[in-house]
C-alpha cells in the first residue's frame, strides 16, 4: 500500500497532535533554556554546579529507571485500548492500581535511597570536596519521584484519551516551578535552593494535570489481577532491565567525567540541553503524537488499517528529518556563538562557552539518528514488541563502553560526549535495520533518494550558515543584540538554502509537510 493510501484524516489528526505537542515541548524547552540560564548566571559551569548535576542524575535516572520508560512502552499502548474500546471503568482500575503501587513502591524505595544517598553518589564518583553537597542535594531532590511519577501516569492516561494539551505543557510548569525556586531562594539558601526548585516543579506539574484527569474513576484498589494491569507489568518487564542498563551507563558517564575535571558535568549538562531541545521538538513531539494512533493501527482487526501502520510510520520519519536537518546544521556551525549567547554572563565565564561548545560538537551528530530513534522505539511498543528495544539499547551500551573507553583519555570530556552520540546513533540504525527487514517500504530505493537530498540540504545549509556566520563575525560585539542578530543572521542563511535546495531536489514530501501545517485542523480535546 502507498503512503498515499493511508487515511487522511488519521494523518491530519497525527499532525494536529504533533502541532499541539510541539508547542507544548517549545514551551517546556524555552523555559528549560531560562532554567539553564539561570543556572549558569547564578552558580556557572562549577564543581558546586557539577554537584547538583550529579543530584539529577540520581534523581532523573531513577525515575527514568521505574516509570518514564514505561509510558510509552506499556502505559499508552495499554491505556490506548482500553480507552478505544469504551472501557472507562476498566481503564479506572488500571491506572488507579497504577497510581497506588506508585505511592507505595516509591514512597518505600525513596525512603531507602535517602538513607543511602552517599553510598550513591560515591558510586557516581564526585570530588572529596563536592561529596557532601551532592548527598544533601540528592536528599532534598528524591521525593520529587514520587510526584513526577503520579504525574507520568497521568499524561499517559491523558494522551490514551487524546488530551494533548495539558500534558503537553505539563513539563513547562515543572520548569517554571524551578526557575521561580532558584531566583527565589538562590540567595538564601545558595545552590540547595535549586534541589527545592525540583520538588517544586514536580508538585505543579502534578497539580497542573489533575483538572484533565477528573474523568479517571480514582479507587484506592491494587488489583494486580486485572489484564490490563498485568499486561502492563509485562510489557515494561523488559524495558525495565533494559532501563537498568541505561543507567549503569549514566553512572559510568558521570564517573569518568568527574575524572576528567570537576566542572565537566556541568559542561556536558549545559551542552545536552541545547541537543534536548531540538530532540524534543521534533523527536519527542511527533513520537508521543503518532503513538496512540500506531497502537491503534496494529491491534486493529481491519486490513486497511493494518495496512497503514508502515505508510503512517514511513511519513513519521521522513518529517522529523525534514525538520531535524537544518536544525543539526545550525548546532554544529554556530554551537560557540549560541552557547555564548544563552549562557554566557555572570558566572558563566568565556572558558565554559569553549568547553561546552565542545561537548555541543560532539554530542550534535547523534541528532537525525536520536528522532527517527524515537519514532522506531514507539513503532515497536505500538505493536506489543518490547524486547527488541531492551537487546539493542543494551548493544548501544556495549558501543558506548568502548567508545568511552577508547576516546576518554586522549579527547577527555568530549569523547564522553562522542561516545553517547555514537552509542544513540547506533541505537536507531539498529532498530531501522530490523524494521527494515521486515517491512519492504523501509527498505525502497525512495526511502534512499529521500535521504540523499535531504542530507545533500543539510550540508547545503551548513555551508551557507558558516558563509555568513564568518562573514558577520568581525562585527559582532559583545552586546546581546549584536550577538542575537549575528546567530539569526547566519541561522536564516542556512534555513533558506536548506529549502532552495530541497525546492531545486523537488522533496516532495517538504511541500507535503507544509500543506499539513496550513491545512484547518480539528479541535483536540485539551482535558
Request: proline letters at 5%; aromatic letters at 6%; glycine letters at 8%.
Amino acid at each position: 500500500m502507498s503512503e498515499a493510501g493511508a487515511p487522511q484524516p488519521l494523518g491530519r489528526n497525527i499532525a494536529s497532535a504533533a502541532i499541539l505537542i510541539g508547542c507544548g515541548i517549545i514551551t517546556s524547552r524555552s523555559l528549560g533554556l531560562v532554567r539553564e540560564q539561570v543556572i549558569a548566571a547564578l552558580f556557572g559551569s562549577t564543581g558546586a554546579t557539577s554537584a547538583f548535576r550529579t543530584a539529577t542524575r540520581v534523581t532523573t535516572g531513577f525515575y527514568d529507571l521505574l516509570l518514564s520508560g514505561a509510558t510509552t512502552s506499556a502505559l499508552v499502548p495499554v491505556f490506548s485500548d482500553y480507552a478505544s474500546a469504551g472501557k472507562a471503568a476498566d481503564l479506572g482500575k488500571i491506572a488507579s492500581t497504577l497510581i497506588n503501587l506508585t505511592l507505595v513502591g516509591l514512597g518505600v524505595t525513596i525512603t531507602c535511597l535517602v538513607i543511602g544517598a552517599p553510598a550513591l553518589v560515591a558510586a557516581l564518583g564526585t570530588s572529596p570536596e563536592q561529596l557532601p553537597l551532592a548527598v544533601d542535594l540528592t536528599r532534598i531532590a528524591l521525593p520529587s519521584v514520587l510526584l513526577l511519577g503520579v504525574s507520568g501516569i497521568l499524561t499517559a492516561l491523558l494522551y490514551a484519551r487524546q488530551a494533548f494539551g495539558l500534558p503537553a505543557f505539563a513539563a513547562a510548569v515543572y520548569n517554571a516551578g524551578i526557575i521561580v525556586a532558584a531566583l527565589a531562594l538562590a540567595q538564601p539558601l545558595g545552590i540547595h535552593g535549586l534541589a527545592i526548585g525540583l520538588l517544586a516543579g514536580a508538585a505543579f506539574q502534578l497539580l497542573f494535570q489533575l483538572p484533565a484527569s477528573r474523568a479517571l474513576r480514582y479507587a484506592a484498589v491494587l488489583d494486580f489481577r486485572h489484564p490490563g494491569v498485568q499486561l502492563v507489568l509485562r510489557l515494561y518487564a523488559p524495558v525495565f532491565l533494559g532501563m537498568v542498563v541505561s543507567y549503569l551507563v549514566v553512572a559510568v558517564d558521570t564517573h569518568l567525567a568527574w575524572r576528567t575535571a570537576p566542572e565537566s558535568v556541568a559542561d556536558m549538562a549545559f551542552a545536552t540541553t541545547l541537543i534536548q531541545f531540538p530532540i524534543g521538538l521534533v523527536g519527542a513531539a511527533a513520537s508521543l503524537a503518532i503513538l496512540p494512533s500506531l497502537s491503534r493501527l496494529a491491534s486493529s482487526e481491519r486490513t486497511d488499517e493494518q495496512e497503514a501502520f508502515v505508510p503512517t510510520l514511513a511519513r513519521g520519519i521522513k518529517t522529523v528529518l525534514l525538520l531535524i536537518a537544518p536544525l543539526t546544521a545550525a548546532l554544529v556551525v554556530l554551537r560557540e556563538p549560541i552557547v555564548s549567547l544563552l549562557f554566557e554572563r555572570l558566572a558563566f565565564d568565556a572558558a565554559a562557552t569553549q568547553r561546552t561548545a565542545r561537548a555541543l560538537l560532539a554530542y550534535a551528530p547523534q541528532l537525525p539518528f536520536v528522532v527517527v530513534d524515537q519514532l522506531l522505539i514507539v513503532a515497536f511498543y505500538a505493536r506489543k514488541e518490547t524486547r527488541v528495544p531492551v537487546l539493542v539499547g543494551v548493544a548501544g551500551a556495549g558501543v558506548y563502553l568502548v567508545t568511552a573507553l577508547a576516546l576518554v583519555e586522549p579527547l577527555g570530556m568530549p569523547g564522553l560526549a562522542l561516545a553517547n552520540a555514537a552509542q544513540n546513533s547506533a541505537h536507531g540504525v539498529i532498530l531501522y535495520w530490523l524494521l527494515a527487514r521486515r517491512f519492504a517500504a523501509l527498505r525502497a530505493p525512495e526511502m534512499g533518494a529521500f535521504l540523499a537530498r535531504v542530507a545533500a540540504g543539510g550540508v547545503a545549509a551548513a555551508g551557507a550558515a558558516a558563509v555568513v556566520g564568518a562573514a558577520v563575525e568581525p562585527i559582532v560585539t559583545d552586546a546581546l543584540l549584536a550577538r542575537l542578530g549575528g546567530v539569526i543572521a547566519a541561522g536564516a542563511a542556512g534555513l533558506i538554502t536548506y529549502g532552495a535546495v530541497l525546492a531545486v531536489l523537488r522533496v516532495r514530501e517538504a511541500t507535503d509537510v507544509l500543506a499539513l501545517l496550513r491545512r484547518p485542523r480539528p479541535g483536540l480535546e485539551t482535558g
